[in-house]
C-alpha cells in the first residue's frame, strides 16, 4: 500500500484544485447524456360520424276518413270524416241543393266500429266493412259507399243481384237498359279502350259508377241531373266490371270496344 502525505499550504490549494476539476468534468459528463426533447405541435384532427337516422313509420290513414253516401229515392246524405277527428254532414231531398248541413264529431271504437256524434243527434254507431269499402248506419240502417264528384252515385255494392253481359274486345257493342236505380255487371275479355255511350230520360240524377270485380270504384262514367245522352272511354283489361246507376227514369248503356 502506498500512502500519499501531503503537507503544507501549496499542497493544500492543489488538492482543492484538483477536487474542483474533478466536479468539472463530472458535470460534463451528464450535461453531454442529455437529449433535447421536441414538443409536437399540436393537430386538430375532424373525425366525421356517419348516424343512419331509425325510420319512422308512417301511421296508416285510417279508413273512415273521407267522403260517404247514401242515395234513395229522394233523398241523398253524405257524410265527411276530416282526419282530426272532426265531421260534416249533408241531407239532400232535391239533388239539387242542400238543404241541411250538420257539424260533429267521430271516434273509433275498435273492430271497424267508429262513433258518431253529430249536432242535435243521439250518438250513433257506424260499421266499416273493408272487404266492399263500405259503412254502415246501425241506426237507420243505411250502407254508405264513397262518394265521388258532386253528385255522384252512392248505393250499396250489390244494391241488388245484377243481370250480366258479355263484352270481349272483338264484340262489336254490348247493350244495357234499365229504369230507376240498378246494378248491371259486364265481362270484358281482352285489354283494349271501351266507350260507354249513355241516356236517360229522367227529371232528376242520373249517375252512373263504373267499378271492378271487387265492388272497388274506379271511375264515374256520369252525373247529370234530368235527361242526358253522352259517351265516356275507359282502358279496361279481362274481367267481370259493375255499373252502378242512380236513375229516376229509363236509361240506356251500349260498352263498345275500339
Not at 33 to 60: D, F, G, R, S, W
Not at 110 to 115: D, I, L, T
Not at 179 to 192: C, E, R
Not at 215 to 243: C, D, F, P, R, V
Request: charged share 15%; with cysteine.
Amino acid at each position: 500500500m502506498i500512502k500519499i502525505q501531503i503537507k503544507g499550504t501549496g499542497m493544500k490549494y492543489l488538492l482543492i484544485i484538483l477536487l474542483l476539476v474533478a466536479v468539472v468534468i463530472a458535470a460534463g459528463c451528464v450535461g453531454g447524456n442529455k437529449e433535447t426533447v421536441v414538443t409536437p405541435t399540436p393537430q386538430i384532427v375532424y373525425v366525421t360520424v356517419l348516424v343512419t337516422p331509425t325510420p319512422t313509420a308512417t301511421p296508416a290513414q285510417d279508413p273512415i276518413i273521407g267522403v260517404w253516401r247514401f242515395s234513395s229515392g229522394d233523398y241523398d246524405f253524405r257524410y265527411r270524416f276530416n282526419a282530426d277527428g272532426t265531421q260534416v254532414s249533408s241531407s239532400d231531398a232535391s239533388f239539387v241543393k242542400s238543404t241541411t248541413v250538420l257539424y260533429g264529431t267521430w271516434s273509433s271504437l275498435g273492430g271497424n266500429s267508429y262513433s258518431i256524434n253529430t249536432e242535435g243527434m243521439d250518438p250513433d254507431t257506424f260499421i266499416y266493412d273493408p272487404a266492399r269499402n263500405t259503412i254502415y248506419d246501425t241506426t237507420y240502417q243505411m250502407l254508405y259507399t264513397p262518394y265521388q264528384g258532386d253528385v255522384a252515385a252512392g248505393k250499396s255494392f250489390p244494391a241488388s243481384t245484377p243481370t250480366s253481359s258479355s263484352q270481349s274486345s272483338s264484340s262489336s257493342s254490348t247493350h244495357l237498359s234499365g229504369s230507376g236505380d240498378d246494378v248491371k255487371s259486364f265481362t270484358a275479355t281482352g285489354t283494349g279502350l271501351r266507350i260507354f255511350t249513355m241516356s236517360h230520360t229522367g227529371t232528376r240524377n242520373f249517375a252512373v259508377v263504373l267499378k271492378d270485380s271487387g265492388g272497388n270504384y274506379m271511375t264515374l262514367l256520369a252525373n247529370e241531373i234530368g235527361s242526358y245522352s253522352g259517351k265516356k272511354s275507359q282502358q279496361l283489361t279481362s274481367g267481370t266490371y259493375y255499373l252502378d246507376i242512380t236513375a229516376d227514369g229509363s236509361w240506356t248503356i251500349d260498352i263498345s270496344s275500339m
